[in-house]
């Protein structure tokens, strides 16, 4: 199947920086998604990205969907503590499949 | 705002025993999906149903079944449960099969520890 590869794998920054990281796919997807994710919960989509070369904001978080279609950044504009957690980037192929694929994950840190 | 709401959140089961998790979607959304999360990895797709039937299949094991009913809640079966199993599982529903990926919303998981 499908992989995403998601980096980097964690992250520890401090209070008011800015964060990057990225997702590359060796195929297409029609869907980029970015989740947050906390102990023992379910992933808590971000940002939704449905067309290629799309940038959208949400509040302080920023992603875009590569034109290629074949990867996707997200960036965190000065961090704050409750930003620690893992982030997932998710592609989704459609055409009549339906599940995400998952990236690894980044685990952010953030040191006070 | 109504969310998915999976339950129970915690179970624990012996080896070969059964286990049924259940899963009511977000109201209007007629389609659901189930992941499985092991330890510090990355959900992985189960399988997913839309409108009652089966809309496609990632990697669930053959112990595994699931199915959608008339008011859209779904249940996760799984038997002969194995240490392996142990891991968090969630569903998520969505309004729309095969258009798009919209309003793809995870539940909070049940976590199943098989002991």
């Known amino acids: 199947g499908q992989q995403l590869n998601q980096s980097p794998q964690s992250m520890f920054i401090q209070e008011g920086e800015d964060v990057s990281m990225n997702c590359t796919s060796s195929?297409?997807?029609?869907?980029w998604l970015w989740y947050k994710q906390e102990p023992g919960e379910g992933p808590v989509l971000l940002i939704a990205?449905?067309?290629?070369?799309e940038l959208t904001s949400n509040g302080r978080l920023t992603a875009q969907f590569g034109i290629t279609r074949k990867d996707s950044f997200l960036n965190i504009s000065a961090s704050i503590p409750s930003d620690v957690g893992i982030y997932f980037c998710?592609?989704?192929?459609?055409?009549?499949?339906?599940?995400?694929?998952f990236g690894k994950g980044t685990h952010l840190i953030i040191q006070p | 705002a109504a969310g998915v709401i999976q339950s129970p959140r915690h179970l624990i089961k012996e080896k070969r025993e059964t286990a049924t998790l259940k899963c009511y979607p977000i109201?209007?959304?007629?389609?659901v999906y189930w992941y499985q999360q092991g330890p510090g990895q990355d959900p992985q797709f189960l399988i997913s149903?839309?409108?009652?039937?089966?809309?496609d299949k990632g990697s669930i094991p053959d112990r595994f079944s699931a199915q959608q009913f008339s008011d859209y809640h779904s249940e996760l079966n799984m038997s002969s449960l194995e240490l392996g199993d142990s891991a968090l599982y969630f569903c998520?529903?969505?309004?729309?099969?095969?258009?798009?990926?919209?309003?793809?919303?995870f539940g909070s998981g049940t976590r199943l520890t098989v002991v």
């Open positions: 149903f839309y409108e009652k039937m089966q809309s």
């Open positions: 998710a592609g989704w192929e459609g055409g009549g499949a339906d599940g995400l694929t």
């Open positions: 998520a529903s969505s309004p729309d099969n095969g258009g798009s990926s919209y309003g793809y919303t």
């Open positions: 990205l449905y067309k290629a070369g």
């Open positions: 195929s297409i997807f029609n869907t």
């Open positions: 109201p209007r959304h007629d389609t």
